[in-house]
């Protein structure tokens, strides 16, 4: 089973409301990640947890706060988002046991809508 | 410089027919290289993963590794219409990381 979900599929807020983003993923993988894509465009990379600890921030700004309460969930929480932020937030994640040959398979993705 | 290149196209193949998809890559250390499918409107799914140089089959799909030229490919023999995606080209270009960068992806059309 190979499979990573996500919670909420379609997410519309504005841009004072707070929010968050739920994956999870059962497949004792110890690596999860957050993609952000814009339409027509490629994922972008915007954290990286390994073993539950923070590993890659791409210089994110602060009004997106990544959490990782255990090994099979991952949370993005949402505040003061502007319209530009609207995207696809995918997660992914990988068995986390270090070097480059690991496979990363993605969630369902939310659809996020800023007004 | 852009990390990994592909060509956006769009790529339009008769249904049957090889699609041919090509992705270059600048980092010489990069180890790992994946191409993931996406449904318009979907979450990319993993095709192939390659990590040495040659060809890699799995049923219709073969990817090809160049390291010397850092070039990888993806052949999709008797092509058909449900192959009509964006293919994303992924290279782990960190050494020690498992960070993944994304082409831009190139758009196939298979015409029925």
């Known amino acids: 089973d190979t499979e990573v979900t996500q919670t909420p599929k379609h997410l519309v807020m504005g841009m004072t409301n707070k929010k968050s983003l739920k994956c999870e993923q059962h497949?004792?993988?110890?690596?999860m990640y957050w993609y952000k894509q814009k339409a027509k465009k490629p994922p972008e990379l915007m954290f990286v947890?390994?073993?539950?600890?923070?590993?890659i921030n791409e210089s994110v700004p602060s009004r997106f706060s990544p959490e990782c309460p255990n090994s099979s969930l991952l949370n993005l929480h949402l505040h003061a988002l502007q319209p530009e932020d609207s995207a696809l937030y995918l997660c992914?994640?990988?068995?986390?046991?270090?070097?480059?040959?690991?496979?990363?398979?993605f969630g369902p993705g939310t659809r996020l809508l800023v007004l | 410089q852009k990390e990994v290149e592909q060509n956006s196209g769009p790529l339009s193949v008769p249904e049957g027919a090889i699609a041919s998809l090509n992705c270059t890559y600048s980092?010489?250390?990069?180890?790992?290289f994946f191409w993931y499918r996406q449904y318009s409107g979907k979450s990319p799914e993993l095709i192939m993963s390659?990590?040495?140089?040659g060809d890699k089959e799995d049923g219709r799909f073969t990817a090809q590794l160049n390291k010397a030229s850092q070039y990888v490919s993806l052949l999709i023999r008797d092509s058909q219409p449900s192959d009509s995606a964006t293919y994303l080209c992924a290279v782990n270009i960190r050494t020690g990381a498992n960070n993944l960068f994304f082409g831009t992806g190139t758009r196939l059309t298979v015409i029925p």
């Open positions: 497949m004792g993988h110890r690596a």
């Open positions: 980092d010489r250390v990069s180890q790992s």
């Open positions: 390659i990590y040495s140089n």
């Open positions: 947890y390994s073993y539950e600890k923070l590993s």
């Open positions: 992914a994640s990988s068995q986390g046991r270090g070097g480059t040959q690991e496979t990363q398979y």
